[in-house]
């Protein structure tokens, strides 16, 4: 299909979600290891202290709903990290390294000027003093923006893929969903949406550029 445009067909995908940590980014995982070596850390040491630590798991998902904000985040997990790092702007200072995902971005582009409707889909790691959408340049893109900590709901609840068709204004069968997790995927395909597993960046730029019937210049 050429280039700007959109298949006739009714039942083709009219709507583009997107995660967006690991989608519209790069894998961060490489660039927290370098961050935590930078800091006298264990290269794990960012993954233990979110994943593994049940405090470190209770901020991190307070953080995603918006019970607390990054500033107290910030505070939590360094000292969970260890008692030498330095709380302010924490998230900021481990995630300002991780680049975006200019392919993906490209791609976003090229579906919003084939007349897709795009809307972000994000599971929140907080917005102030670090903005990330900011950051990496995308948040124009979107014509919605669903982030956890401003609906109070996160990924997977099957409320927030609800809430995003109706901001959409589009039914799931209408939708592609992008998520690096597998976990984020089933509830949106429960109601209908078509989802991708994002993994190399480029494999799944290719895959949507096939779905969705619009191209970029991968080689750019």
């Not at 084939?114 to 670090?130: H, I, K, T």
């Not at 809430?163 to 089933?186: I, K, M, Q, W, Y």
Request: proline fraction near 7%; charge should be negative; include cysteine.
């Amino acid at each position: 299909m050429p280039h700007g445009k959109v298949a006739a067909d009714r039942n083709d995908p009219r709507g583009l979600i997107l995660d967006f940590a690991g989608v519209l980014t790069a894998d961060p995982r490489p660039v927290h290891r370098a961050w935590c070596e930078a800091e006298g850390l264990h290269p794990e040491a960012w993954r233990t202290a979110l994943g593994d630590n049940l405090e470190g798991q209770r901020l991190y998902a307070a953080l995603e709903i918006g019970q607390i904000g990054q500033t107290e985040w910030n505070e939590g997990t360094a000292s969970l990290l260890g008692a030498h790092v330095e709380p302010s702007n924490l998230m900021g200072r481990a995630w300002t390294g991780v680049p975006a995902a200019r392919h993906m971005a490209a791609l976003a582009r090229s579906a919003k000027e084939a007349g897709y409707r795009l809307a972000l889909l994000s599971n929140s790691f907080g917005l102030d003093p670090f903005n990330p959408y900011e950051h990496v340049g995308i948040w124009n893109l979107f014509d919605v923006h669903v982030i956890s900590e401003a609906v109070g709901l996160a990924k997977p609840d099957p409320a927030i893929y609800q809430l995003t068709l109706e901001r959409l204004g589009l039914p799931g069968s209408a939708c592609v969903f992008v998520d690096d997790h597998p976990v984020n995927l089933p509830p949106a395909g429960d109601l209908g949406i078509t989802t991708v597993l994002a993994t190399h960046e480029a494999d799944t730029v290719a895959k949507l550029q096939s779905l969705l019937g619009v191209s970029i210049d991968l080689a750019a």
